[in-house]
């Protein structure tokens, strides 16, 4: 496999041989440079290779492989290579709607001027419109599995055209019980065919999976996270659980917060954390997988059309929302993967604009944080002075002898699931944990946590 390394050059697109309707696109968009992914990817491309691409959103990876896939199209059509009828010929497989939608999207800006006609489809809404669309005839086809396969099933959609395939956020996929799915598409696929892989980690599973899609791929990686990380202002609270809904209600009085998503762990943390906002009259929304996508596309758009200031998300609803301008992204709950950390901030601070990221951290949290901080390599900003200090919920905390009684899990209603006992240290008296006096100053939680499970 060859390997292209991750360097920034200075080009402009001209010098990436795209052709005029493109580059006239492009121009359009406003994109002058691009991106490491985009410009070590396009050549690649091009040339007809196949590519296992290790890139996140936020890196322009849609982009990397729009472009050459509409590129290498249009020639095809100006060479005569096409057939009278239309066939689906490129398809485009990922985990969310909204990823879906905004690679539709994608294609549909960089395409503007090339004349093909794409589709997204995707479940949780009416299949009808879907079908007609595809009875009128389809070039490009985004798909998540799942209603790509009903339709197959169904006689509506035959791959025996792709020419192009693409296989976006393939971790996620695995993560989201998808890969059966997966496999019995990449089956019906003809052997003879160009195959991009994407996805942000590389584990095991994900590797044997690229394995048995691609043929000689030239292999791309991009880190985008600790030069996005660097430019984006990051601070952390240390507050306790119950406490973060009004500390985030304080912070978010601060009209200079223009747009902020809030991240929380749980859906039902993300309706709560919104409700208790909306009530206290800062316009806000979540988005998570329970409610309908027709929910989900209205505060998204409701967002990014400033209606509403605050939009609250679990991670894989998250996932692929693409906000210009967001200024501040907000960790409510610390991801117990240190990665997502930096998935969650890199959506503020784009394209070269400033962000802050603020996060808030409880007693339990405080591991996750040591991950983090030996991930990005620094130790976030503690921000001391604030109305909901940690220390102010310790010193409320039942005795240590009570503690024990009724088990470590039930102090004070913070008991939660997804946390091993030994991430919190707790079952040790109050006074030996360094949650009280240590956290005052807050810079205890940047030290290794010594429940030692590790
Ligand atoms: P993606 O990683 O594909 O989700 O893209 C992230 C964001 O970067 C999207 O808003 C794109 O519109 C934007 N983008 C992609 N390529 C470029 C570029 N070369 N210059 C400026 N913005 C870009």
Redesign the pocket.
């Known amino acids: 496999m060859r390997a292209v390394k991750n360097s920034i050059v200075y080009m402009t697109f001209d010098q990436l041989h795209l052709i005029k309707p493109i580059l006239d696109a492009l121009r359009t ?1 406003g ?5 490491p992914i ?1 410009q070590q990817a396009i050549p690649v491309l091009l040339e007809g290779k196949d590519l296992l691409g290790c890139a996140q ?7 990397a492989f729009a472009i050459p896939i509409l590129q290498l199209m249009h020639k095809q059509r100006l060479e005569g290579k096409e057939q009278n009828k239309r066939y689906i010929r490129a398809l485009v497989l990922t985990p969310t709607r909204e990823l879906a939608i ?1 690679i539709e999207e ?1 294609f549909s800006a960089y395409g503007r001027h090339c004349g093909f006609r794409h589709l997204t489809v995707f479940g949780g809404v009416s299949q009808n419109p879907q079908t007609d669309a595809l009875h009128r005839g389809i070039d490009i086809l985004v798909a998540t599995p799942g209603r790509l396969l009903d339709l197959m099933d169904q006689g509506y959609i035959n791959l025996k055209h792709i020419e192009y395939f693409v296989l976006d956020e393939a971790d996620r996929m695995l993560d989201m019980g998808f890969v059966h799915d997966v496999k019995k598409i990449i089956a019906k696929l003809p052997l003879h065919r160009q195959s991009l892989f994407f996805s942000a980690t590389m584990p095991k599973e994900i590797v044997s999976l690229a394995n048995s899609i691609l043929k000689n791929p030239v292999k791309v990686e991009v880190t985008p996270p600790s030069s996005t990380v660097d430019k984006i202002e990051q601070s952390i609270y240390f507050v306790g659980r119950k406490d973060k809904r009004l500390l985030l209600a304080d912070i978010l009085q601060d009209k200079n917060i223009k747009t902020a998503l809030v991240f929380t762990r749980t859906k039902h943390g993300a309706d709560k954390v919104a409700y208790d906002l909306h009530k206290k009259g800062i316009k806000s929304a979540a988005i998570h997988g329970n409610k309908s996508q027709n929910a989900r596309q209205n505060a998204l758009n409701s967002f990014k059309e400033g209606k509403i200031r605050v939009l609250v998300a679990t991670d894989i609803a998250a996932r692929g929302i ?1 906000v ?1 301008n967001l200024s501040h992204v907000f960790n409510f709950d610390l991801p117990n993967i240190a990665e997502t950390y930096v998935h969650r901030i890199g959506r503020t601070a ?2 070269g604009a400033s962000g802050t990221a603020i996060s808030f951290c409880d007693e339990e949290e405080k591991e996750y944080l040591y991950d983090i901080q030996k991930l990005i390599g620094k130790k976030i900003d503690v921000v001391e002075e604030h109305n909901y200090p940690l220390s102010k919920y310790v010193e409320t905390a039942p005795p240590p002898r009570d503690r024990q009684q009724h088990g470590p899990r039930k102090n004070n209603g913070q008991a939660r699931s997804g946390h091993g006992h030994s991430r919190s240290g707790q079952g040790q008296p109050r006074t030996s944990q360094g949650g009280g006096s240590g956290n005052r100053s807050g810079k205890r939680g940047f030290g290794k946590p010594k429940s030692g499970s590790r």
């Not at 994109?31 to 991106?35: A, E, G, M, W």
């Not at 959103?57 to 982009?63: L, R, V």
């Open positions: 968009e994109y002058t440079t691009p991106t985009q959103t936020g890196t322009g990876k849609t982009a905004q994608s693409d210009d784009r394209a």
